[in-house]
C-alpha cells in the first residue's frame, strides 16, 4: 500500500506565498511519478504539476508555469510544491498523486494515478 499525506496548506493573501508537503509512505523501494492537482467546489479535479521519478523532468499547467515548482527529495520521501505569487484562483483543495506507471516521464490525466492524498486547503485572499 502506498499512502500520501499532504501538509503545508493555509490561508494567504494574494501575492504571497506556500509550500506543499506530499509525504509518501510505501512497502518497497519503488518511486513513482508524482503529481499535484486541485479541485473547487462544482469542478474536476485539475492537473497542477507533475514531476518524473529522478526528478529531472516536470510539467506544469499554464496558469501556473513561472509562479509554481514541483520537486523531490526522494531519500525522504517527499514531493513539494512551492507556490509563489499566489492568485484568489488559485483557492482550491490540492491534492498530491503518484503513479506507478512506466509509459513517460510524468503524467497530467487523473485517470492515470493510482495513489491520492486527502487533500489541502489553500486559499487566497485578495
Known amino acids: 500500500q502506498v499512502q500520501l499525506v499532504e501538509s503545508g496548506g493555509g490561508f494567504v493573501q494574494a501575492g504571497g506565498s506556500l509550500r506543499l508537503s506530499c509525504a509518501v509512505s510505501?512497502?518497497?523501494?519503488?518511486?513513482?511519478?508524482m503529481g499535484w492537482f486541485r479541485q473547487t467546489p462544482g469542478k474536476e479535479r485539475r492537473f497542477v504539476a507533475a514531476i518524473s521519478r529522478s526528478g529531472g523532468d516536470t510539467g506544469y499547467t499554464d496558469s501556473v508555469k513561472g509562479r509554481f515548482t514541483i520537486s523531490r527529495d526522494n531519500a525522504k520521501s517527499t514531493v513539494f510544491l512551492q507556490m509563489n505569487s499566489l492568485k484568489p484562483e488559485d483557492t482550491a483543495v490540492y491534492y498530491c498523486a503518484g503513479s506507478s506507471w512506466l509509459g513517460g516521464s510524468y503524467y497530467t490525466r487523473t485517470i492515470e494515478y493510482e495513489f491520492w492524498g486527502q487533500g489541502t486547503q489553500v486559499t487566497v485572499s485578495s
Open positions: 510505501k512497502r518497497t523501494d519503488s518511486t513513482y511519478v
